[in-house]
């Protein structure tokens, strides 16, 4: 069987596959910044509090939204959110680099783009509401 069902929608192995080993790659950034974050150490408090300049209570609640995100993406029933939750949270995080003058807005940038690259491979609904069209065709000349 080259075809497994998602929500009665059929989608390849292959492509169902790809999806999952694209959208471990942000799931995977997010649950290790989180753990720097929740666990107090010294470098990450040092980044957020002094480069970054964020209150040191601040980093707690930032590690635990960072996680939900993680987790709620992760969960298939739930991952639209955790999409949208997780593009929210890596906004932040580009604002937050781009505001001290770092070129390491654009890791966060494309965690966002890979976690809605994952998603669309994996759940074949999302291609229904964001549909890839292609060009009209200068032989047949006719309608996408």
């Known amino acids: 069987m080259s075809e497994i069902s998602a929500g009665g929608v059929h989608v390849g192995r292959g492509r169902l596959w790809a999806g999952r080993i694209i959208s471990a790659l942000p799931v995977l950034g997010l649950v290790f910044s989180a753990v720097g974050k929740l666990r107090g150490q010294a470098e990450v408090m040092e980044m957020f509090t002094g480069h970054f300049g964020y209150p040191q209570q601040t980093l707690t609640i930032?590690?635990?939204?960072?996680?939900?995100?993680?987790?709620?993406?992760?969960?298939?029933?739930?991952?639209?959110?955790?999409?949208?939750?997780?593009?929210g949270y890596l906004g932040g995080a580009v604002a937050t680099h781009v505001r001290v003058s770092e070129t390491a807005w654009v890791f966060a940038a494309v965690l966002g783009a890979l976690a809605w690259l994952?998603?669309?491979?994996?759940?074949?609904?999302?291609?229904?509401?964001?549909?890839?069209?292609?060009?009209?065709?200068?032989?047949?000349g006719g309608n996408p």
């Open 62 to 87: 930032i590690g635990v939204l960072e996680l939900s995100c993680a987790v709620l993406y992760a969960i298939p029933q739930t991952a639209v959110l955790g999409a949208i939750l997780m593009t």
């Open 118 to 140: 994952g998603l669309y491979l994996r759940d074949p609904r999302l291609g229904e509401l964001l549909p890839l069209r292609r060009l009209p065709s200068a032989r047949t």
